[in-house]
């Protein structure tokens, strides 16, 4: 899958409709916080506690944030190769201290 494709299946879906930065972070914490109760792991939670469940979450992480990018404005792909970037950066840093 191409993230351009992906854009494009993602406004197939909800429209062009762009997302505040606000709006964005709402539902970004409606995801994390799902995550969260996944790993919390209290028992009324359990019957949802599949692989299937969490995979899901995480593609909803990653299938979300590609639009999330580009209703701000941002190439989803530009934001990605900052993001590599800044953990090949950060893996360094910590490696050279020792924290790796």
């Known amino acids: ?3 351009k494709e992906l854009l494009k299946t993602a406004r ?3 429209g062009n409709q762009k997302l505040t930065l606000s709006q964005i972070i709402v539902r970004m914490g409606k995801v994390f916080g799902d995550i969260c109760r996944w790993e919390r792991d209290y028992a ?6 599949t692989d299937e469940e969490l995979k899901k979450e995480m ?3 990653i ?3 590609i639009r ?5 404005g941002y190439d989803p792909e530009e934001c990605i190769r900052l993001a590599i970037d ?4 950060l893996s360094e840093e910590l490696r ?5």
């Open 1 to 3: 899958m191409e993230i």
């Open 12 to 14: 197939g879906i909800w």
């Open 44 to 49: 009324r939670d359990k019957a949802t506690h």
């Open 59 to 61: 593609g909803n992480i």
């Open 63 to 65: 299938f979300s944030a």
């Open 68 to 72: 999330w990018c580009d209703d701000l």
């Open 86 to 89: 800044c953990q090949k950066k």
């Open 96 to 100: 050279e201290e020792g924290k790796q």
